[in-house]
């Protein structure tokens, strides 16, 4: 296989590994959205409860209900405080992407620096090739009519 074959399907590989992580992007973005509507849903729904909370408290405010409330609401921190976590580590995740993805548009980009290089100095020897043989030709030819010509004027005389 020709060395340009070669880097053709190399640059194909990678064009599919890129592709690859250009979906692994997208699925991390997807994942992070959904973890940080999560955590919205989360943040309103502490925030709509203790809202109704107060608003009862005012009128009856017995403590059993205050220690499950307050129980409630610590736990609804924690699951605030674990999506923060989930958030955190989904942003990582697609950093970590992004940077693949950017590797893998680096190298097919490179690849394909590197084909284009090697086909324009095939080009340019086939066109050395090519500009030898012409002048080869015109060689033999200017040679042959230099042969007639003496030729000519060695019987003519």
């Not at 992007?25 to 943040?43: F, P, S």
């Not at 992004?98 to 324009?120: D, G």
């Not at 090739?129 to 007639?148: M, V």
Request: overall charge neutral.
């Amino acid at each position: 296989m020709s060395l340009l074959k070669t880097l053709a399907v190399a640059v194909d590989v990678a064009s599919l590994k890129r592709d690859a992580a250009s979906r692994a992007v997208g699925q991390a973005q997807q994942k992070y959205i959904a973890a940080h509507e999560q955590l919205t849903q989360l943040e309103t729904y502490a925030t709509e409860t203790e809202a109704r909370w107060m608003a009862q408290a005012q009128t009856c405010a017995v403590p059993e209900l205050m220690r499950h409330h307050y129980q409630f609401m610590e736990r609804l921190a924690q699951a605030i405080q674990m999506q923060l976590g989930i958030l955190a580590d989904n942003a990582r995740w697609v950093e970590a992407a992004k940077k693949q993805l950017t590797e893998a548009e680096i190298r097919v980009a490179t690849l394909k620096q590197v084909c284009r290089n090697k086909q324009v100095e095939a080009d340019r020897l086939q066109n050395r090739r090519e500009q030898k043989q012409i002048d080869e030709f015109a060689a033999q030819r200017f040679g042959k009519s230099i042969d007639q010509q003496f030729g000519e004027d060695s019987h003519g005389h």
